[in-house]
């Protein structure tokens, strides 16, 4: 019998988030992930609730409900996995790369005054930077902790874990322009009385920046709005290790990918910079992103402008700018120049700055600086 | 950077709507079917359901009615007892493109089996009929297949 089976796949459930939990009752945890530890035995402890609340219905099983269940059940079975693959290996496997970061993370985020917890930091990703909002959790490659270059991208996961938290104020009024916007561009198609596609096409590129495109600009953005151009040199420096095969793909024709275009990131990194009135700096950027492009040979396809409005970024800016501000968090035009503890924002422009006009000098200038910084961490 | 943040938040979007629409399915199959414990859910659980199930509803038929435009409320031709400060329901945008293609051939016809669904929930859910449970299942499984593909997605990362 099915229903037999379903329940067994129920208590296997049961069985596995006695297992996670028991892995996390039964060890010292480090200071740093202490309370984090028990967020996750929280979240077990609801997962466990749930899933009793199910299996004592004594509808559990029943022809017209069958299908429901396995939906019920697939969405908790979903969620454990998430546990046992981000947050409990996180803890578990806690060690001085990971601390060296959660300080790190602890010191900027009092000086950009972030209003969240905190996030664990995972200083062993094999997928460059990442974040799982879901759990308040940011992977970081091995190798960041001996560079200055690539922390900016911190910053962008950040920007993830901001809207996980205040999508609706962060969010919800573009979400709206947005529809309104292609809602609009259909009915041109419709009006000029364009090919079918054109309207397939829209409905896709609406699709994924709603789903998508549109969290990926604003955590590029609200980046840009903390660290400033580094933020977009350290953007150019990614493109350039060739982690994407043509800077304006996603175009029209291949609309699915989660992430923008190259390309229209650095427009939406360029327009934040307007934003911050740093044009001396946009300009420079948006410079070197050609000669960049230049040197790829990619082209703009045709219709390239459908997915990506240059009015929709240039908005998306203000209105991230304008949200960034009420929450209170600090832009980086508003970090003090260093004095006393380091300013880690201001540091990481300095080595930008140091990199372009002295690249030959440079590693040199990184090493004593990490140092520095490393000593004031107490790490 | 990873496609993890992004995925993440597309998928906690299905995932919530998913789990809040199969748990109002439930309810109401529960009723419909008269299997054991439909008739002991509270009423005030049943219309909370209810108005889970009309912003769905409502979201689609804003989407899907022609000339409306996507950011226009639906066409009332039918009674609306709905409460005017009930916000429209953030649902994905890939459900929603989900079920336009699953529907796109016969989009008038499905408009008006929702418009028909809303406005039967709308009188109580008193008068809903086996399509109608019907057509509310097959939204909460559409959910529920999107997120999996978004799961699928992170756990290949």
């Not at chain 1, 709603?210 to 840009?224: N, P, R």
């Not at chain 1, 290790?241 to 390309?263: M, Q």
């Not at chain 2, 459900?95 to 008006?112: L, W």
Request: glycine residues 6%; aromatic residues 8%.
């Amino acid at each position: 019998m099915i229903g037999d089976f379903l329940r067994g796949l129920f208590y296997d459930l049961v069985h596995r988030c006695q297992v996670l939990r028991s892995l996390l009752e039964h060890r010292e945890h480090h200071p740093d992930v202490t309370g984090y530890a028990i967020q996750i035995l929280d979240w077990i402890a609801q997962i466990e609730g749930e899933i009793a609340e199910l299996m004592a219905d004594p509808t559990l099983g029943t022809p017209p409900l069958l299908v429901n269940n396995l939906r019920d059940y697939r969405l908790r079975a979903q969620l454990i996995k998430l546990l046992e693959w981000f947050p409990v290996p996180a803890v578990l496997r806690y060690g001085p790369s990971d601390h060296y970061f959660f300080t790190l993370t602890s010191r900027v985020a009092s000086q950009i005054n972030y209003p969240l917890p905190v996030p664990i930091v995972f200083a062993f990703s094999k997928d460059y930077y990442w974040s799982q909002p879901l759990f308040n959790l940011i992977g970081v490659p091995a190798l960041e902790e001996h560079s200055l270059l690539g922390l900016p991208d911190m910053f962008h996961e950040m920007g993830h874990l901001l809207i996980r938290e205040r999508r609706d104020e962060l969010l919800g009024r573009f979400q709206e322009e947005l529809r309104a916007h292609f809602a609009t561009e259909k009915q041109r198609v419709r009006d000029k009385q364009k090919p079918p596609e054109y309207e397939v096409i829209l409905e896709r590129v609406q699709e994924q920046w709603i789903d998508t495109w549109m969290a990926e600009f604003a955590s590029d953005m609200m980046a840009t709005y903390l660290v400033g151009p580094a933020y977009g040199w350290a953007n150019l420096r990614l493109c350039s290790s060739s982690l994407s095969d043509d800077v304006f793909r996603p175009g029209p024709d291949d609309v699915e990918a989660t992430h923008p275009s190259d390309d229209a990131r650095l427009r939406g990194i360029v327009n934040m910079l307007d934003v911050l009135d740093l044009e001396t700096d946009a300009r420079q950027i948006e410079q070197r992103w050609g000669d960049y492009v230049t040197l790829t040979g990619h082209n703009a396809p045709q219709d390239y402008a459908l997915c990506y409005p240059p009015s929709l970024l240039e908005h998306l800016a203000q209105l991230v700018y304008q949200e960034c501000t009420s929450i209170g968090l600090k832009a980086y035009t508003e970090q003090p120049p260093a004095s006393g503890d380091t300013n880690i924002l201001i540091l990481i422009n300095d080595a930008w700055n140091e990199f372009l006009m002295k690249p030959d000098e440079y590693l040199q200038w990184e090493e004593e600086h990490l140092a520095e910084l490393r000593r004031g961490l107490g790490v | 950077m990873s496609d993890l943040g992004v995925l993440s938040h597309h998928y906690k979007a299905s995932a919530d709507l998913a789990r809040e629409l199969n748990q109002a399915v439930v309810a109401l199959k529960k009723q419909f079917y008269g299997l054991i414990r439909g008739q002991d859910i509270p009423a005030e659980q049943m219309a909370s359901h209810r108005r889970l199930m009309v912003s769905v509803l409502d979201t689609l038929l804003a989407e899907f009615t022609p000339g409306t435009g996507s950011d226009s409320e639906p066409k009332q031709t039918e009674p609306t007892t709905q409460a005017a400060d009930q916000p429209r329901l953030p649902i994905p945008a890939s459900i929603v493109e989900r079920i336009r293609q699953a529907h796109r051939g016969t989009m008038p016809r499905y408009v008006e089996d929702l418009m028909s669904t809303r406005s039967r929930l709308l009188q109580d859910g008193q008068s809903l009929n086996e399509k109608d449970v019907k057509l509310l299942d097959e939204l909460a499984a559409t959910a529920g297949l999107d997120t999996a593909e978004v799961f699928r997605r992170m756990w290949r990362k």
